[in-house]
């Protein structure tokens, strides 16, 4: 089945970084768009960024452009989000996604088949 792991999460001061990563299993990752999206206590679930199928295509969340980076390794399942210039309103659950059958990438969660169980992030001021 598939699988999702988050890590890396974990507290950081205003201004530090953490790089998140996503080790997939259960379906042909090396073909399928991953993306990285957030939720913030009270707030609905948001977009953060999208990566296609290669790693040639990426697009972010304007809030994040500039700071954030992600990649990912096909040889190794995995996918990363480099957060760095971190603010407090950065402060959130950190959730993989997978378009399992799309190889271009999606900010619309809609279009995104599994999840992982999400890492925490939290930034202090």
Not at 15 to 21: A, D, E, H, V
Not at 23 to 31: N, P, Y
Not at 71 to 100: F, H, I
Not at 107 to 117: I, L, S, T
Request: charged share 20%; proline share 2%.
């Amino acid at each position: 089945q598939v699988q999702l792991v988050e890590s890396g999460g974990g507290l950081v001061q205003a201004g530090g970084s953490l790089r998140l990563s996503c080790a997939a299993s259960g379906f042909t990752f090396s073909s399928s768009a991953m993306g990285w999206f957030r939720q913030a206590p009270g707030k609905e679930r948001e977009f953060v960024a999208t990566i296609n199928w290669s790693g040639g295509s990426t697009f972010y969340a304007d809030s994040v452009k500039g700071r954030f980076t992600i990649s990912r390794d096909n040889a190794k399942n995995t996918v990363y989000l480099q957060m760095n210039s971190l603010k407090p309103e950065d402060t959130a659950v950190y959730y993989c996604a997978v378009r399992s059958t799309y190889r271009t990438g999606s900010f619309r969660a809609r279009e995104y088949d599994y999840w992982g169980q999400g890492t925490q992030v939290t930034v202090s001021s």
